[in-house]
């Protein structure tokens, strides 16, 4: 009998190789497996096996972990805003750890010796699939093609020719993953520091031109419904946004960062629901949390994204973190409006039941209903005082 290894695959160049290449090359029983995170239509699935079978493949098993990423995972990026240097929410870094993790599942289930990933020897993703299988099945060795063999996407095709296996090259030029919290590109244009990605480059074109308003209702900081109709699940609220707002290609940015590795990377990505969704909560938290919530979400919830970044979401700090963020998602309930227009939106405003910009407080530059002007004088008195001393005992540190 044949040793098993189970892949990682995504019916890609760089899985199509290593399909190939663990068969052919290594003599092993190859079992397949796509972990499908709400990128893909049931048409392409089935894409997928086909090719998975025509590259010859024992057994292709098709995983639909969108329900438990959104539930480990996307629910915390929304409670904490999390968009990578203020940019990117995290498309791709937090679905690999949950196709890793589920990839993890079923090689223990297959009674595998090998799991295998399509990754370079560049990127983030090598990090994330290696530490959470040394994590989660110690015992099973790790093969990467792609990374050992060092290959370009030239010499990958001209392999796959050499075994009858054809793949248009025009096709491979782009590498799309696409996920529902988001689609990244990468091309030759993002090897550089100053090339935009071309229109064609992007999987969704814009198709709408006449500006649109929809309303997203959230339930305790999770997306629930549009418009005035509640969907069965955070999942589908989301699709269904992305399905309204995607056509206005809207989301689009190519995101500069520091990879796990210690190089600079840059990718681009088009995620519509994702940004609308964060930007829309973060206004609503705006007028509902405290100041002092506000501020240690913003810093835990910035490390938190890192360290998911970095493929650290087994790391038991994570689970102290998002209970941290569930906890402050109590009062944040309502509706936020936002205008849909050609390549951006705009947050219009909110309302809710736990809104802190209250009337029956004052106004803000306007009046005040319950402090007089004598108490905000003591106030600042008081408020200023360690300064005020240290100024006269020391003279004033402006020039």
């Not at 814009?206 to 997306?223: A, I, N």
């Not at 979401?313 to 569930?326: G, H, S, V, W, Y």
Request: charged share 25%.
């Amino acid at each position: 009998m044949k040793d098993k290894v189970v892949l990682a695959f995504s019916g890609g160049l760089d899985t199509s190789y290593c399909v190939k290449y663990l068969k052919e090359e290594k003599g092993l029983e190859v079992y397949s497996v796509l972990v499908n995170t709400g990128g893909f239509s049931e048409e392409e699935l089935k894409e997928v096996e086909e090719r998975a079978y025509s590259l010859g493949v024992k057994e292709h098993t098709t995983l639909d972990e969108t329900a438990y990423y959104y539930q480990s995972c996307i629910k915390y990026l929304i409670f904490g805003n999390v968009l990578k240097n203020g940019t990117y929410p995290l498309s791709v870094s937090a679905e690999r750890v949950t196709q890793a993790i589920a990839v993890a599942r079923h090689a223990q289930q297959v009674g595998a010796s090998f799991v295998a990933h399509g990754s370079t020897g560049a990127g983030n993703d090598q990090v994330r699939f290696d530490m959470i299988f040394q994590m989660m099945i110690p015992d099973v060795e790790i093969l990467t093609p792609i990374r050992d063999n060092r290959l370009s996407r030239e010499e990958e095709i001209e392999f796959l020719k050499k075994y009858g296996v054809e793949y248009d090259y025009k096709k491979a030029q782009y590498s799309i993953n696409k996920g529902i919290w988001g689609t990244s590109v990468g091309g030759k244009e993002t090897l550089t520091s100053h090339l935009p990605l071309p229109e064609e480059a992007y999987p969704t074109q814009l198709t709408k031109q006449e500006p649109e308003r929809v309303s997203l209702h959230f339930e305790k900081g999770e997306l629930v419904g549009l418009n005035n109709k509640t969907y069965a699940s955070p999942v589908e609220a989301i699709q269904a946004l992305q399905e309204l707002a995607g056509p206005f290609a809207i989301g689009r940015d190519i995101h500069v960062g520091d990879t796990i590795i210690g190089i600079k990377g840059r990718v681009g990505f088009e995620a519509a629901a994702p940004l609308i969704i964060i930007k829309a909560h973060h206004t609503l938290e705006k007028h509902v949390l405290t100041k002092w919530q506000l501020y240690w979400k913003d810093q835990l919830s910035a490390w938190y994204g890192n360290w998911l970044h970095e493929g650290q979401i087994l790391d038991p700090t994570m689970r102290n973190i998002e209970a941290f963020l569930q906890d402050t998602q109590q009062n944040v309930t309502g509706k936020v409006d936002v205008l849909l227009a050609p390549y951006r939106f705009q947050v219009e405003g909110i309302e809710s039941g736990h809104d802190l910009m209250s009337s029956k407080f004052g106004s803000y530059g306007e009046m005040n209903n319950t402090w007089s002007g004598e108490d905000v004088k003591g106030f600042s008195k008081i408020f200023g005082n360690q300064s005020v001393m240290y100024h006269k005992i020391n003279g004033s540190t402006l020039k």
